[in-house]
């Protein structure tokens, strides 16, 4: 299976909650050893090495008119091969490209199709919470994420603040959904509102986040 070390930082852990899972040490995610200079000094000319692959792969798919957008070039730590993330539509007949890219860099050449979700996982950024985003730190997996789950949470249903940095709806859609159905269901008998014979009222609605129930306690 060859070398399957690869470089990282270890960042300080986000604090546990229970509805979360909990990675295991396994061999993709245990740490073998500190970086040594010379691992350092390695990576940083790999890093070279990835920015002209990057330069260079952009100019060939600009001159042979290929519908991909590259999102980002990996070279294994080992140096078997240079990793080519990018997005696409559809299918790209890429074997021109990667035989020019081959007889270039004199190294194995690999091409990989990634959604934009994972192409805003692989580069990074911020979100509009100031916040970096949680795919890139902690978020492992990515679950489906609907219009309803907005709906639900009584929240703007402008598709300007409801989507992410990869123009998708944003995951923390999902954050407050358990709290709010659990909020709805403890507050009101229907969903058109509840009664509250005690109190002499009638609440008009609900709302699902914080629990209140349209009318005075």
């Given at each position: 299976m060859g070398d399957r070390r690869a470089y990282g930082a270890v960042a300080h852990a986000v604090p546990p909650m229970a509805t979360w899972k909990t990675p295991r040490a396994d061999a993709a995610t245990r740490v073998l050893r500190r970086a040594s200079r010379e691992d350092v000094l390695r990576r940083f000319r790999q890093e070279q090495r990835e920015r002209e692959a990057r330069r260079m792969c952009r100019l060939k798919i600009r001159e042979r008119g290929l519908?991909?957008?590259l999102a980002k070039v990996e070279q294994l730590f080992d140096g078997s091969k240079l990793v080519f993330y990018f997005t696409a539509e559809g299918r790209v007949d890429f074997r021109e490209?990667?035989?020019e890219l081959a007889s270039e860099f004199r190294i194995r050449i690999e091409m990989r199709q990634i959604g934009t979700?994972?192409?805003?996982?692989l580069i990074g950024g911020y979100g509009t919470c100031g916040r970096p985003l949680c795919c890139t730190t902690w978020l492992q997996s990515f679950e489906p994420i609907s219009i309803k789950m907005a709906?639900?949470?009584n929240l703007s249903l402008n598709p300007s603040r409801l989507s992410g940095a990869c123009g998708r709806l944003k995951c923390c859609l999902r954050?407050?959904?358990p709290n709010a159905k659990g909020e709805q269901h403890a507050g009101c008998a229907h969903e058109?509102?509840?009664d509250r014979s005690a109190g002499g009222c009638h609440g008009?609605?609900?709302d699902a986040v914080c629990g209140g129930s349209g009318c005075p306690a």
């Open positions: 519908a991909m957008k490209l990667v035989r979700r994972d192409e805003a996982k709906k639900r949470q954050y407050e959904l058109r509102g509840c008009e609605s609900c």
